[in-house]
T-cell receptor, first 114, second 112 residues
Framework: DGGITQSPKYLFRKEGQNVTLSCEQN?????MYWYRQDPGQGLRLIYY???????QKGDIAEGYSVSREKKESFPLTVTSAQKNPTAFYLC?????????????FGPGTRLTVL | GQNIDQPTEMTATEGAIVQINCTYQ??????LFWYQQHAGEAPTFLSY????GLEEKGRFSSFLSRSKGYSYLLLKELQMKDSASYLC?????????????FGRGTSLIVHP
């Protein structure tokens, strides 16, 4: 079964620590995305990647970093510079970069910073 | 810029019909998506409209009027499992990228 996975589902960290969220897809999609969702808010784009070894900032990239060393993987690091990191993080992928088409979402990681 | 408006919350009765509206203002237009998201889960794709008119898919239909910057999602024969948040997303985003911008979502509560 093809799909997109995120791990872990729940993550707790102490303030000041960096944390990396995993996102893997076996859909052979070129484009991958990271979104943040807060209560009562829509999805806000953090970073996206249209091709391996390339990525672009979204609307709220400050305090986050990503890498795209493999087509299947797009990990997100939440750094200590992110002022309000507690949120629900969603990873997504889509087929053709630069063309509008539906996005497939992973199950999400709920990060809580204590 | 871009502005997407949806009602925050709606309630409806099982078996009834509900219409969830989405209005948008955008420079240029590539298409409009509707996604369903159950609490704590991933959004799942429902529909995509690029031309004016109604697209029907089983119990769900989506309508688009490009000239009015308006779309709606119509859910018929409501079931309890339809209780979820419904997200409207419009492409392009500010700056021209194809990646859609999401509205805040409409939380639909279906009661018996």
């Amino acid at each position: 079964d093809g799909g997109i996975t995120q791990s872990p589902k729940y993550l707790f960290r102490k303030e000041g620590q960096n944390v990396t969220l995993s996102c893997e897809q076996n859909l052979n999609h070129d484009a991958m995305y990271w979104y943040r969702q807060d209560p009562g808010q829509g999805l806000r784009l953090i970073y996206y990647s249209q091709i391996v070894n390339d990525f672009q900032k979204g609307d709220i990239a400050e305090g986050y970093s990503v890498s795209r060393e493999k087509k299947e993987s797009f990990p997100l690091t939440v750094t200590s510079a992110q002022k309000n990191p507690t949120a629900f993080y969603l990873c997504a992928s889509s087929r053709d970069p630069g063309v509008i088409n539906e996005q497939f979402f992973g199950p999400g990681t709920r990060l809580t910073v204590l | 810029g871009q502005n997407i408006d949806q009602p925050t919350e709606m309630t409806a009765t099982e078996g009834a019909i509900v219409q969830i509206n989405c209005t948008y203002q955008t420079s240029g237009f590539n298409g409009l998506f509707w996604y369903q998201q159950h609490a704590g889960e991933a959004p799942t794709f429902l529909s995509y409209n690029v031309l004016d008119g109604l697209e029907e898919k089983g119990r769900f239909s989506s309508f688009l009027s490009r000239s009015k910057g308006y779309s709606y999602l119509l859910l018929k024969e409501l079931q309890m499992k339809d209780s979820a948040s419904y997200l409207c997303a419009v492409s392009p985003r500010p700056g021209g990228s194809y990646i859609p911008t999401f509205g805040r979502g409409t939380s639909l509560i279906v009661h018996p």
